[in-house]
C-alpha cells in the first residue's frame, strides 16, 4: 500500500484537512471530491487503490469530517463558490495546480464540473459519478423513483415530507428502504459508508444549507442549479460514471452526457449510487483506464 501523509491547509477562516497517497511528484495526481454536500471523505477511501504510479488526494471540504465546523455560519456561508475556491486554495497549497486529475462523486461532480467550465490550466481530465447539469432534473426523476416504492413507503415519505416532519423516526425509517435500492446496495453496507453517515448526523449543517432536509427535493443553495449553458467551456476529457439503480438516474447523466458532446458515458449495472463499494473492481479500472488514456493525450497534444 503506498504511503500518505495528512496536512491541513487554513482557508476562508476554516481548515480544510486533506490527506495525500503516494507521491505527489510522480504522474499528475487524481484529486477526489466527496459528495453530500456535507457527507466527509471516507466513503471514497477504496479509490486510494488508484495510487499507482500517481498520488491520490482526498479532503473532507469545509463544515466536514475532520475540517473545520461552522454550525452557527451565516446565510450564504456555505456556498458553491464557497468550495470552488477551495479547491483552487488546495491546488495551490500542495503545489500541484500545474497539473492533476479531478474525480468528483454526486455533489462533488457537480463541484468538479463547476470547476472545470472556469478553465483552470492544470486539469488534465474530470471524472463525474454519479453527477447531473440540472438540480430540477434530478428532483424529477428521484421523484419518479419514490412513485416507484412500494405504497406504505412512498406514503410515510410523502406525508412527512408534506408536514415537515423529515426528522420523525418513521421517515428515517422509510428513507433507509430507497437507500438500500438506489444508494448503496452493498451488504453489509462498509464500515468506511458508515464512517461518513455517522460524521453527517454529528454534524448536518452543510447538508441542510445547501440540499435542505430532503434526500428527494433539493430545497437548499442547490436548489435551481444549472450549469447546462455553461458546459461547453470544458476543454478536457469527461468520463461520467454511474449506476443503473442509481438516485441520479440514467436520465438525468444521460442529460449531462448530452450537454457534454465528446464525453464518455459508462452505465455499471446491478448498481446504484455508490458503485465505487458495489463494484470497486469494475468501477477503479474504468477510472485507472481513463486516467491512462487522458494522460497520454495531453502529453501527446503538449508535446
Request: with cysteine; charged share 25%.
Amino acid at each position: 500500500m503506498a504511503e500518505s501523509f495528512d496536512g491541513v491547509l487554513r482557508h476562508d477562516g476554516l481548515d480544510t484537512w486533506y490527506r495525500v497517497v503516494g507521491e505527489l511528484d510522480q504522474a499528475a495526481p487524481l484529486v477526489v471530491c466527496h459528495g453530500g454536500p456535507g457527507l466527509t471523505h471516507d466513503y471514497l477511501e477504496s479509490l486510494s487503490a488508484l495510487a499507482d504510479g500517481r498520488a491520490v488526494v482526498f479532503y473532507d471540504q469545509h463544515g466536514t469530517g475532520r475540517s473545520g465546523h461552522r454550525p452557527d455560519a451565516p446565510d450564504g456561508f456555505f456556498s458553491v463558490e464557497l468550495y470552488v475556491r477551495e479547491l483552487a486554495a488546495l491546488l495551490d497549497h500542495l503545489g500541484i495546480a500545474g497539473g492533476y486529475h479531478l474525480l468528483g462523486h454526486s455533489w462533488g461532480g457537480l463541484l468538479g464540473l463547476e470547476h472545470a467550465v472556469r478553465r483552470p490550466a492544470g486539469l488534465r481530465s474530470l471524472t463525474v459519478a454519479s453527477g447531473f447539469a440540472r438540480s430540477d432534473t434530478y428532483t424529477a426523476e428521484v421523484g419518479a423513483l419514490v412513485a416507484a416504492l412500494p405504497d406504505d413507503v412512498r406514503t410515510v415519505i410523502e406525508t412527512h415530507e408534506a408536514a415537515g416532519t423529515t426528522d420523525s423516526p418513521e421517515y428515517d425509517e422509510a428513507v433507509r428502504v430507497f437507500y438500500r435500492r438506489h444508494v448503496c446496495r452493498a451488504k453489509p453496507v462498509p464500515g468506511e459508508v458508515m464512517r461518513t453517515l455517522v460524521a453527517l448526523a454529528e454534524d448536518s449543517t452543510v447538508y441542510r444549507t445547501m440540499a435542505g432536509p430532503s434526500e428527494f427535493r433539493l430545497t437548499g443553495t442547490l436548489a435551481g442549479w444549472d450549469i447546462t449553458d455553461r458546459l461547453d467551456a470544458i476543454e478536457v476529457d469527461v468520463l461520467l460514471v454511474s449506476g443503473e439503480h442509481d438516485e441520479v438516474t440514467p436520465g438525468a447523466v444521460g442529460e449531462l452526457h448530452r450537454a457534454l458532446p465528446g464525453s464518455r458515458w459508462e452505465l455499471i449495472p446491478d448498481a446504484s449510487h455508490m458503485a465505487h463499494v458495489e463494484h470497486p473492481e469494475r468501477f477503479r479500472a474504468l477510472v485507472g483506464e481513463f486516467l491512462a488514456s487522458a494522460g497520454a493525450r495531453v502529453d501527446t497534444v503538449g508535446s
